[in-house]
């Protein structure tokens, strides 16, 4: 009986959406602009054999981006390839992830948007009380690694946890693990998370680290989100609700507040999540669901702006594919997609509305291409149809439809 692995790019955009304009993100293109910066740099061409097998540059033409020269005589994909916009509103993980297992969030997630003094005083001031704190410090828009040059030392000085926030919905909260305490941070999160009820904030983030002032402070792998739960069951809930194991590697299960996850595996790195995602696969029975974040491609290179650290990861990623590829049974369903883009060359450190990646592939299944299609949903159909189960409400199967 079938099987369906999901790999979550995450951040993997291939081109601005349609609505891109309102977010002031139209031109961006993550893979376009890492491919071209590649192809002028010494380095030479992004080097990815796997995934233009799997029609990664196939979709990203199909999306409406330059194709690089390295990728313009490429054999014909091997795979089911096309690109999905985002219906929901905003550019952000739970609403990307979300959207692609089924539910399209309808009421758009709050933001912090002043720049400045960011949060309610009387949101910190809860907060302060709560957990007994001298204070606060951030209260801004920040990128987590620039603030822990600037306030790290401070943090340690005082005690005071840094908070901040990004044109996401999250509110984020930075601490040392040894000096403020790690279980400490996260009790301080799941407090932060209760008190923003009234703010429906899709995330409060724990970004835990360590160093110091003098050596520098580098963030740990410790980090932990905590989402607001989807608004509805998802494909998760309906893959256990049939009987199947849900699988989820990585971030996945906190973006997903746990809802309708079996067993989550953590795991820190690309290949500690790639190894991860192999043994759930020998492991995974009939009807499952393994589904696996791959968050350093957005949280590691592509906010921090970091192009060539981001080719490199994508290579890296590439290399390890055939493993996978190796494993499939002939039922199973391989997919590969992205939640939103976080274009590197891009003004600023936030992610892009972008079109993402819709790649499929199973041994048995004829390559054609799956044209644009409107919701990331479409995604979840497919996996739905794929393991038997009944109709999704959103998303058109791709499976049995030649084009959107
Ligand atoms: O700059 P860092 O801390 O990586 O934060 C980034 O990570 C958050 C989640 O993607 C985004 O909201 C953005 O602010
Ligand atoms: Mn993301
Ligand atoms: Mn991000």
Redesign the pocket.
């Known amino acids: 009986m079938a099987r369906a692995i999901w790999l979550v790019l995450d951040s993997l955009g291939i081109g601005h959406a349609p609505d891109a304009d309102a977010y002031g993100d139209a031109g961006a293109d993550t893979f376009g602009h890492i491919a071209a910066a590649c192809a002028a740099a010494p380095r030479g061409p992004l080097q990815l054999p796997n995934l233009t097998r799997l029609g990664l540059p196939a979709a990203h033409a199909l999306a409406g981006g330059q194709v690089a020269a390295v990728f313009a005589a490429a054999p014909a994909p091997v795979a089911l390839w096309g690109c999905m916009a985002e219906q929901a509103c905003g550019k952000?993980?739970p609403s990307g992830h979300w959207e692609s297992a089924g539910v399209v969030l309808d009421r758009p997630f709050g933001v912090f948007d002043a720049p400045q003094n960011s949060f309610p005083p009387e949101l910190l001031a809860a907060l302060v009380d709560a957990a007994q704190l001298p204070g606060v410090l951030g209260n801004c828009h920040?990128?987590?690694?620039e603030i822990l040059d600037r306030l790290g030392a401070e943090h340690i000085a005082t005690g005071k946890p840094i908070v901040y926030?990004?044109?996401?919905s999250?509110f984020?909260i930075a601490a040392h693990e040894q000096g403020f305490g790690l279980q400490r941070l996260l009790t301080l999160c799941e407090l932060a998370r209760a008190l923003l009820a009234p703010y429906n904030i899709g995330?409060v983030?724990a970004?835990p680290f360590i160093g110091a002032a003098a050596t520098g402070f580098q963030r740990t792998g410790n980090r932990r989100d905590y989402a607001l739960p989807p608004p509805a069951p998802t494909l998760l809930d309906a893959v256990r609700a049939a009987g199947g194991e849900v699988i989820a590697v990585g971030k996945i299960s906190d973006i997903f507040a746990a809802q309708g996850v079996g067993r989550s595996v953590h795991a820190s790195g690309h290949d500690a999540l790639f190894d991860a995602t192999l043994d759930a696969l020998t492991q995974a029975g009939d009807g499952a669901l393994i589904a696996t974040n791959f968050v350093d491609f957005?949280?590691v290179y592509g906010?921090r702006r970091d192009v060539f650290g981001y080719a490199a990861a994508l290579e890296h990623f590439d290399a390890r594919l055939p493993q996978l590829l190796e494993h499939l049974r002939a039922d199973d369903l391989l997919l590969l997609s992205a939640d939103h883009g976080c274009d590197p060359t891009w003004p600023g450190?936030?992610?892009t509305r972008e079109q993402v990646p819709l790649l499929a592939y199973s041994p048995g299944l004829a390559p054609r291409a799956l044209g644009k299609r409107s919701s990331f949903a479409d995604l979840g159909q497919g996996i739905a149809t794929h393991l038997g189960l009944s109709a999704l409400s959103a998303g058109r199967c791709f499976l049995t439809s030649q084009a959107a």
């Open positions: 952000d993980t920040a990128s987590g690694t926030t990004s044109a996401d999250v984020q995330r983030i970004r957005d949280s906010h450190s936030d992610h």
